[in-house]
T-cell receptor, first 109, second 115 residues
Framework: RKEVEQDPGPFNVPEGATVAFNCTYS??????FFWYRQDCRKEPKLLMS???SGNEDGRFTAQLNRASQYISLLIRDSKLSDSATYLC??????????FGKGNQVVVIP | EPEVTQTPSHQVTQMGQEVILRCVPI?????FYWYRQILGQKVEFLVS????????KSEIFDDQFSVERPDGSNFTLKIRSTKLEDSAMYFC?????????????FGDGTRLSIL
């Protein structure tokens, strides 16, 4: 099983709609997770940290299911500026991050 | 907001040459990292560095690669005898502390093109 798996999409979302996607991870010992946002050919930028069952920040909600080893991200009221790739990230080993391939979101006017 | 800064933004080098990529981590951070992203692929871990020594490295980080913190602010990645497959975006990152609970903050990357 890969360290972090994501369905790359793309996820075409009408402006104002809600989109959600999951990622799965293999390391059951991981205690915290992260969602990063990456725009085309740019650096990953931290969107949210997920330490317990979930976290909410404005229109973004992340949830963690330890039993099934998956993390989800939900974006409400999608904006055109939300178009990006969302990277699911889990810590492994000493202190390295393992990245998924990302979920590409395209918000359509 | 403090940032990780990287130079140069783009480096073009002939195959077989050596390159040095530079990073200035966030000033109060103690842990430093290099990652790379080949075009169209996922971000891959290369190496982590703490207290002037490597704390973890991936299979990618072989003898061709080295890291150094030559002074109190810079953190460098040296790639010797570059190959075509070294072409990628190289990201430096830093974190306040180690451990899975600490997010890492990324610089805006150096695009390395090997000809």
């Amino acid at each position: 099983r890969k360290e972090v798996e994501q369905d790359p999409g793309p996820f075409n979302v009408p402006e104002g709609a809600t989109v959600a996607f999951n990622c799965t991870y293999s390391n059951s010992a991981s205690q915290s997770f992260f969602w990063y946002r990456q725009d085309c050919r740019k650096e990953p930028k931290l969107l949210m940290s997920v330490y317990s069952s979930g976290n909410e920040d404005g229109r973004f909600t992340a949830q963690l299911n330890r039993a099934s080893q998956y993390i989800s991200l939900l974006i409400r009221d999608s904006k055109l500026s939300d178009s990006a790739t969302y990277l699911c990230v889990a810590p492994y080993g000493n202190n390295r991050l393992a990245f998924g391939k990302g979920n590409q979101v395209v918000v359509i006017p | 907001e403090p940032e990780v800064t990287q130079t140069p933004s783009h480096q073009v080098t002939q195959m077989g040459q050596e390159v040095i990529l530079r990073c200035v981590p966030i000033s109060n951070h103690l842990y430093f990292y290099w990652y790379r992203q080949i075009l169209g692929q996922k971000v891959e871990f290369l190496v982590s560095f703490y207290n002037n020594e490597i704390s973890e490295k991936s299979e990618i980080f072989d003898d061709q690669f080295s890291v150094e913190r030559p002074d109190g602010s810079n953190f460098t990645l040296k790639i010797r005898s570059t190959k075509l497959e070294d072409s990628a975006m190289y990201f430096c990152a830093s974190s306040e502390d180690r451990g899975g609970g600490q997010p890492q903050h990324f610089g805006d990357g150096t695009r390395l093109s090997i000809l």
